[in-house]
Nanobody, 124 residues
Framework: VQLQASGGGLVQPGGSLRLSCAASGRAFDNSASGWFRQAPGKEREFVATINWRGVSTTYADSVRGRFTISRDGAKKTMYLQMNSLKPEDTAVYYC??????????????????WGQGTQVTVSS
């Protein structure tokens, strides 16, 4: 599975962005996926994950209630809708897939395919 993330940019605090991650390859259909982020000088951290059918989701405490992860199997694309953005959400956001694994995970070592990252900057 190859992943291409897009949708990042500069947004003011309180604003919204929607990240997309387009996948190639049939394995996406049977794979759980997730979003992670990495701020300068910090380790990569979990943001959200979704199972292969798109019916089970888990969020980091820091984003729960503000971010929504989803996937469209027909388009082979996953999304991260980010609302009420805060300056501390500033980071490079990465999408990832657990190839042929049905359950999502918050552990980045459980993922074997990663997108290239898209920068999100929240600033006034």
């Amino acid at each position: 599975v190859q992943l291409q993330a897009s949708g990042g940019g500069l947004v003011q605090p309180g604003g919204s962005l929607r990240l997309s991650c387009a996948a190639s390859g049939r394995a996406f259909d049977n794979s759980a996926s997730g979003w992670f982020r990495q701020a300068p000088g910090k380790e990569r951290e979990f943001v959200a994950t979704i199972n292969w059918r798109g019916v089970s989701t888990t969020y980091a405490d820091s984003v729960r209630g503000r971010f929504t992860i989803s996937r469209d199997g027909a388009k082979k694309t996953m999304y991260l809708q980010m609302n009420s953005l805060k300056p501390e959400d500033t980071a490079v956001y990465y999408c990832a897939v657990r190839t042929n694994r049905y359950s999502g995970s918050s552990d980045p070592t459980d993922y074997d395919n990663w997108g290239q990252g898209t920068q999100v900057t929240v600033s006034s």
